[in-house]
């Protein structure tokens, strides 16, 4: 079955510091992929989607220049968190869609990033 | 689903009865639900879907209902087991235009002995 890889799982940085996630389809070709921001206790709210090849179309509210994201190749997207503050902390997990799958299966989950920010 | 960012709600059931979980949504243009299963500090799995031609559908243990005309959905897991135990999502896709998963509030479940 189709599997994404997210690392890291954990992560501690300094405020003012960037971190990068990075997330892998490692069995099939992502076109598009999806990364969405979790805080304790509460749903996934999705931060951008992005395409490969081209730039990342972000919510309303996601700060485009705070979480940049690059989908460089068909299997990797990475999310990178500049001038991280305490704030940011939170789990972030990406999805992938397979190009040309059905909508049932097309989505698959990483396993988070848990970033914490001191 | 419309998340809110709302804490969320719980239900506890009692191991081996059957436990229902409940979503509303909002998008009438909705054509595809997923229901996903998030155990704690890992990404959400697949659990079953339901297209919105149909208003039922089973599974291994779960089934999961559509009632358009309220836009409500429900998930039900027969004989609930420990291994149940984590946080259910609905998630909803349109038909047309971009294919981003909306996720629902969620609910967590609780298995107990």
């Known amino acids: 079955g189709a599997v994404v890889s997210q690392h890291p799982s954990r992560v501690i940085c300094k405020s003012g510091t960037s971190v990068k996630i990075e997330c892998r389809s490692l069995?099939?070709?992502?076109?598009?992929m999806f990364w969405y921001r979790q805080f304790p206790k509460q749903s996934l709210m999705l931060m951008a989607t992005?395409?490969?090849?081209?730039?990342?179309?972000?919510e309303q509210g996601v700060e485009k220049d705070k979480f940049l994201i690059n989908h460089a190749s068909l299997t990797l997207s990475t999310l990178t968190v500049t001038s991280a503050h305490p704030e940011d902390s939170s789990f972030y997990i990406c999805?992938?869609?397979?190009?040309?799958?059905?909508?049932?299966?097309?989505?698959?989950f990483g396993s988070g990033t848990r970033l914490t920010v001191v | 689903g419309e998340s809110v960012g709302l804490h969320l709600p719980t239900l506890s059931v009692q191991e081996g009865d059957n436990s229902i979980i409940n979503c509303a949504y909002s998008?009438?243009?909705?054509?595809?639900f997923i229901w996903y299963k998030q155990e704690s500090g890992k990404g959400p799995q697949f659990i079953i879907d339901?297209?919105?031609?149909?208003d039922k559908r089973q599974g291994q243990r779960v089934t999961v209902l559509l009632n358009k005309t309220v836009k409500h959905l429900s998930l039900q897991i027969a004989a609930t087991q420990p291994g149940d135990s984590a946080v259910y999502f609905c998630?909803?896709?349109?038909?047309?235009?971009?294919?981003?998963?909306?996720f629902g509030q969620g609910t967590r479940l609780t298995i107990n002995p």
């Open positions: 339901i297209r919105s031609n149909m």
């Open positions: 999805s992938a869609r397979s190009q040309g799958a059905g909508v049932s299966y097309g989505y698959t």
């Open positions: 998630a909803d896709l349109p038909l047309q235009g971009a294919q981003k998963l909306v």
């Open positions: 069995d099939f070709q992502a076109t598009t």
């Open positions: 998008n009438s243009a909705s054509d595809y």
């Open positions: 992005s395409n490969e090849g081209s730039k990342a179309t972000y």
